[in-house]
Each structure stands twice: as structure tokens, then as C-alpha cells.
């Protein structure tokens, strides 16, 4: 510790011993007395600064302490952090996983209830080309005649079947060869200079159905609808539809209008005309322009009509007669000399054949077949033909 | 001079002080922040943790009700269809689509007739041509005054579905037997005979609320009382039942029915049909019948051979038949 100045000596306070002499006066004794006074009150101030010096010391010392402590939380506050840092990052992370599993789980969910709904046919129609055959009835203009189109629709009992290229199709006439030799699965042909290794596939024809579907179109009515919502009152919207359908080029109140129902919500109306037959007009249409507040619009229309669904039987589509060849291998020979080849095979009951009722092979591309109903009769009930 | 050293070490730590409680205040909220982070989210993973357990029993669900979740079981399980190939062609077009055979009813408004030529070219030809004089010979009078009218012709485009969705629902209590055998007994009994057969337990059936054969065929529809007899049953497959002196062998299906969803109609042209308009009521209908035939069977009147003719006098209404053209 460093005191500011250097330690008295005794010797140089001038204090040595004397022994008090009588002579020495009070005067001298008043000088002694003042020294040792002032000397007791030096040593309280340096007792003083000392204590100060000390508290002044620990202060500093504790201050340190402090500091040295809070280094140590801080330290320790690092470390928690990173604690914490790495935890958030694992249930960060689990969070992640989590949400994955959800989505694959909903997934999931969402593929089995939609096979759920396996029950449910989405499909696209064939095209139909009409021709008129013959007058049904006639009738007298009296007559209710609402001049709608009633409609019947049957499931056609025709499956189509894509046949590829080294396949080929065999109709038997007995059910119990075509099962023999579709258990027995793999046969050698003998393809003049060559054999080759065919296999019989079991089919996978799928669902099919029975049904009729029963459509009547009305002849007075027609759908309209993407109706913009205008800030008019109903009432009035319903007056300027009646208003834009009503107008024709043509025949003079062919459009005359019977009653208009509108519903804002929706933004679609139905119009019914008043002479059956009016809603022919439309057929083809699908756009219909709409003036209104200044502004034109085109609203969609469509046919207005009903249907339900009769007699409705899906059933499972099986082959009995008719098996698949699969794998004859691709040659030059010809494609009619390749199948009169299969067909001998398959007629040879040593083969494990039987008689053959039709046969189709592709060495190239791909062939597009019906499959009909199996009803017994040997010749195509389509075209008559065998 | 010990008292400055002093002093400023002092000074110095109690600067650095503050600033430690200062970052300390500021961690503080970082910890309270991070505590809060944290806690948010192990209360979303527990959350999460619960939707998955969830989730993953309803999927188990699903799963057990294997029957009709496995498209192949279902499939197997319905009436069969026999199919055979018999050289029958087909359009590439039509690989994935459902066929369907029409039948239609169309009006036909009093001052018209419909004509079906048999080649599509002749049609097309009347149409774009669009307006006919066709001559009338009027009996009484006399050559000079041929009488003549004009119609016109136009196409005829009906509405046919373009796509239909069908929703399969299978009754719970149903069941739809086949495979029954042609026996001699008339079928009354043999309903008799099913319902005492499917309402013995032992036969895993129980009681019958109705029974009736399917329009048209040799299947018969049998509703019980109760839920839950049905679905063993179909899931069996098959059972033999015992018919007088035999015992058969017959197959057990579910019960379906259905209903459209969706619908959609576009129209669809006539290839070979034309419609003639503005016919005037001047001549009885035989006798305009022949004379719309004479006219368009005429090839110099670009006319051809014709299939099919009819006529609406003014003042009636008809009903026409629209079937497939098969060309």
C-alpha cells in the first residue's frame, strides 16, 4: 500500500528520550504538549485516510466481485442460451416433422375416403351422331304440347378394350378351355422357323353398369346465370332481364316472356318463355350480352332441363371366353400368317385348345375393340356381324 | 495517489456495472422472450402431436372397413357380367368414355317435316343451300299453273350429355342375390324360399323386411330389419342354399343405387337429318308428304336417296324419334 509520504522516523520527529528535567519550564512542557497533540491528530487523519484507503479498497473489491460474479452469469446466461437456442431448434424441428406427418396422414385420409367414393363415376360420354327414324305422334295444336325433348339414355353394354402391339385376343367357344389354358399361363408356339414363349394374362376389364338415364329439356325454359350484382333493387334487376331476353331479330313475339325468376345470391335466373319451343332458340348458345347501368355484360346461358336415374346395377366386367395373349415376339413375318399360326396352336386340344370364334392379333401399334355382352349368340349383336 | 487509483478502478467497475445491468436487463427480456418462444411452441407440438393422433386413428378406421376401401374386393364382390370379344371394332376416342345408347323424343312444330337422307354429304348440301323452291303439282290444275313454295331447310342439334358423375351409395340392410338356378318353381316361391333361407341365423341372417326380384332378371333384392346382418354377408361372398332337392350355390352382392351429381349437356349436330321450315298448309298430308319426297330425292335438285320423311301440317305438333346414327 502506498502511503503518500514516507513513514516518519522517529528520529527525525526529533523525539529522543529525555528525562524530564525539572528545569524545563512550562513553556517547554506547553511545546511538548501542542507537539504530541498535533502528532495525535496527524495520526487520526492518517487513520483516517486509512479507513478511507480500506473502504475505498474494498470497494473496488467488491466492485470486482460484482464484476466477476456477472461475468459469471453472463457466462452462465450464455450457456443457458444456447441451451435454449438449441432447444428451440429441436422442437423447431419437431414442429417441421409434425406438420409433414399431418400433411401425409390428411393425405392419406383424403385417398381413402375418396376410395371411399371409388363409389362415385366421373366420366366423359361418347359422341352420339342422331338421325330421325320416324314420327312418334302427332298431335293437334289444342293439345298440351309443352314441346320439350324427353330423352332416354341406357348404358351401352359395349366395353371398349385397347389391344397392343405383340397381343393378341382369342374367343373360344367353350368357357372351360379358356379357363384351362389361362391356368396353365405360359404356352409354346410353334411360328414356322421359330417358337416363342406366349403368356395368357387374366383380364381386367372393370366396372361396368346398367342403367337409364331419363333427360327432358324444356322447350319454355332456359338457365341464365353469372348475373353481375348490380346496386338496384331486385324487382328492377328482374324487369331488365325480362327486358334484354325478350328482344328477338327474328319472328315477332317468338320471345314473348312468361315469367322470370331471379336469384340475387346466386347471380342466375330461369326465363320461361311463353310459346313452347322458344327455348331452341338458345341451343348452342352459351353467352348472352346484358346492358345495364351504362355497361354491357355477358351473362351464360344454358339448356334448363331435368333427369334422374333408373334402374341403376354396376357389375364386375369378366371375360369367360375370350383370353389375352401376351408376348409374341416381334418378327418380320406377316401379321395375317403370324395369327393363322396362333390359331392352329389354340385349336389343338393336345395344345389344351378348342374351337376358336374370333381371333385379333397386332404385331404393330394398337388396336381399339368393343367387348360385347356375352348373351350366348355367336355373332355380334351390334352390327350383326360374326 | 493510492486514493485516485482507487477511486478511478471504482469508477471504471461501477461503469462497467451498469452496463452489464443494462445488457442483463436487455437479456432478461431476451430470456423472458425466449421462455415465451419456447413455451409457444411445445404447446404447438403438443397440439400437433394430438392432431396426428387423430388423424392417424381416423385412418385406421378407414382402413378396418377394408371391404369397401379395397377397390378389387368391391369389384369382385358385385354381380358378374359376362364379356366377350366378338371382332368388334372400336374409335380410339372412345377408350376411356362412357358409351351410352340414345333414345330421343323431339318435338316437331306444325309447318315443318324432318328428312334422313342416307349420305351425310347431301344433307350438308340442303343445308348450306337453305332455301328450296319445291314444285307441287295441285291435281286439278293445270300445267301452267304449277303451284311452287319455298321452305327452308336448317340442321337439327340436339342435347345430348357430354359428362355425367353417378354417386354410388350401397343400402346398409340390402343384399342382392344372383346366380340363382332356372328351376321349375314359380317365382313367388322362390322368394318364399330366400326369405326363409336369409332369415335364419344360421345362415347369418336374421329377420327380412322385404324381398323382390330386379326388374327384368333372375337377381332379387333382400332388405333386413336390422343393421349389420348385411355386410357379413356380402363380405362372405357366396353361400349355398338348399332348393328342394339340390343345394345351389348362389352369389351374395351389395346392394347399390345411384344418383347424378352432375350432368352436363352439349349439343350435338345430325349428320344426316334437315329440317324443313315454312311449310304452308296448302296440300293434304299425304300429298305434301309426296311432293317434299319427290323434290329431294332429286339429284338435280342436289337431293339424294332418302331414309326417312315426315311431315307436320300447320296447326299440329309432332313427336319425332332420334336414334343413333350407326352409319
Not at chain 1, 338421325?131 to 320439350?148: I, P, S, W
Not at chain 1, 325433348?149 to 382369342?170: D, E, I, S, Y
Request: proline share 4%; glycine share 6%; with cysteine.
Amino acid at each position: 500500500m502506498d502511503v503518500p509520504s514516507p513513514p516518519l522516523s522517529l528520529q527525525d520527529n526529533g523525539f529522543s528520550l529525555v528525562s524530564p528535567d525539572p528545569r524545563t519550564s512550562k513553556e517547554e512542557m506547553e511545546k511538548l504538549r501542542e507537539e504530541l497533540r498535533m502528532w495525535k491528530n496527524r495520526v487520526k487523519e492518517a487513520e483516517t485516510v486509512k479507513v478511507d484507503l480500506l473502504s475505498k479498497l474494498s470497494a473496488a473489491d467488491r466492485a470486482e466481485k460484482k464484476l466477476t460474479e456477472q461475468r459469471e452469469q453472463q457466462k452462465h446466461r450464455r450457456d443457458r442460451m444456447i441451451r435454449w437456442e438449441l432447444e428451440l431448434f429441436l422442437l423447431r424441428q419437431e414442429n417441421t416433422e409434425l406438420r409433414k406427418e399431418i400433411e401425409k396422414l390428411k393425405e392419406d385420409l383424403e385417398e381413402h375416403s375418396s376410395q371411399d367414393n371409388l363409389l362415385e363415376i366421373k366420366k366423359k360420354v361418347a359422341e352420339m351422331k342422331l338421325k330421325f327414324t320416324h314420327l312418334k305422334e302427332m298431335k293437334h295444336d289444342g293439345a298440351e304440347m309443352d314441346m320439350d325433348t324427353h330423352c332416354v339414355f341406357g348404358a351401352a353394354t359395349k366395353v371398349p378394350f385397347r389391344l397392343n402391339q405383340n397381343q393378341a385376343l382369342l374367343t373360344f367357344e367353350d368357357e372351360e378351355v379358356a379357363l384351362r389354358l389361362t391356368k396353365r399361363s405360359k404356352h409354346c408356339v410353334n411360328l414356322d422357323d421359330r417358337t416363342a414363349n406366349v403368356t395368357v394374362k387374366p383380364f381386367e376389364l372393370d366396372m361396368g353398369f346398367q342403367f337409364e338415364l331419363h333427360v327432358t329439356v324444356s322447350g319454355k325454359k332456359i338457365n341464365v346465370s353469372d348475373i353481375p350484382e348490380l346496386p338496384i333493387p331486385e324487382d328492377w334487376m328482374r324487369d331488365k332481364l325480362e327486358l334484354c331476353f325478350y328482344r328477338t331479330e327474328q319472328a315477332k313475339g317468338e320471345r314473348e316472356i312468361e315469367n322470370v325468376t331471379y336469384n340475387r345470391g346466386t347471380g342466375t335466373a330461369v326465363i320461361t318463355f311463353l310459346k313452347p319451343g322458344a327455348s331452341y332458340s338458345f341451343v348452342g348458345y352459351t353467352e348472352y350480352p346484358f346492358c345495364a347501368e351504362e355497361r354491357w355484360f355477358f351473362l351464360s346461358v344454358s339448356p334448363h332441363f331435368d333427369f334422374h336415374l333408373r334402374r341403376f346395377q354396376p357389375h364386375c366386367r369378366v371375360s369367360k371366353k375370350t383370353i389375352l395373349l401376351k408376348g409374341i415376339s416381334d418378327v418380320e413375318e406377316d401379321e395375317e400368317s403370324v395369327q393363322d399360326m396362333i390359331e392352329i396352336h389354340f385349336q389343338k386340344p393336345s395344345n389344351g385348345g378348342g374351337e376358336i370364334e374370333e381371333i385379333k392379333y397386332i404385331s404393330r401399334g394398337a388396336a381399339y375393340v368393343y367387348f360385347e355382352e356375352d348373351t350366348g349368340n355367336a355373332t355380334s349383336e351390334i352390327t350383326g356381324h360374326s | 495517489m493510492a486514493k485516485e487509483a482507487a477511486e478511478q478502478r471504482t469508477q471504471e467497475m461501477n461503469k462497467e456495472e451498469l452496463n452489464n445491468i443494462f445488457e442483463q436487463q436487455l437479456s432478461l427480456d431476451g430470456d423472458e422472450e425466449r421462455a415465451q418462444q419456447i413455451s409457444a411452441i411445445k404447446e404447438e407440438n403438443n397440439k400437433l402431436k394430438q392432431e396426428k393422433e387423430i388423424l392417424n386413428n381416423k385412418l385406421e378406421e378407414l382402413k378396418k372397413r377394408a371391404f369397401w376401401n379395397d377397390p378389387v374386393m368391391m369389384l369382385s364382390a358385385l354381380p358378374e357380367k359376362k364379356m366377350i370379344f366378338k371382332g368388334l371394332t372400336a374409335n380410339k376416342e372412345d377408350m376411356s368414355k362412357l358409351m351410352l345408347t340414345p333414345l330421343i323424343y323431339y318435338p316437331v312444330p306444325g309447318g315443318s317435316a324432318l328428312i334422313t337422307f342416307e349420305e351425310a354429304e347431301v344433307a350438308q348440301r340442303i343445308i348450306q343451300k337453305r332455301e328450296h323452291t319445291v314444285e307441287l303439282s295441285c291435281g286439278e290444275l293445270e300445267e301452267l299453273d304449277q303451284c311452287r313454295m319455298r321452305v327452308q331447310a336448317v340442321p337439327v342439334d340436339i342435347l345430348l350429355p357430354s359428362a355425367l358423375e353417378i354417386r354410388m351409395t350401397h343400402s346398409r340392410r340390402s343384399i342382392l342375390v344372383s346366380d340363382l338356378p332356372d328351376l321349375d318353381i314359380s317365382k313367388e316361391a322362390l322368394l318364399d324360399k330366400l326369405e326363409l333361407f336369409f332369415s335364419k341365423t344360421k345362415n347369418g341372417g336374421s329377420e327380412v323386411e322385404s324381398r323382390e326380384f330386379l326388374e327384368n332378371s333372375l337377381q332379387v333384392v333382400l332388405t333386413f330389419t336390422q343393421d349389420g346382418v348385411a355386410e357379413p354377408l356380402i363380405e362372405r361372398g357366396h353361400i349355398e342354399m338348399p332348393i328342394g332337392k339340390g343345394k345351389y350355390k348362389i352369389k351374395i352382392s351389395p346392394c347399390m343405387s345411384g344418383d347424378i351429381s352432375n350432368l352436363q349437356l352439349q349439343p350435338s349436330r345430325c349428320p344426316t337429318t334437315v329440317l324443313l321450315l315454312g311449310i304452308p298448309d296448302v296440300l293434304s298430308e299425304e300429298s305434301m308428304r309426296d311432293a317434299l319426297e319427290i323434290h329431294f330425292q332429286k339429284a338435280s335438285r342436289g337431293g339424294g336417296e332418302v331414309d326417312a320423311l315426315a311431315y307436320v301440317p300447320a296447326g299440329r305438333t309432332g313427336v319425332a324419334e332420334f336414334v343413333e346414327d350407326t352409319g
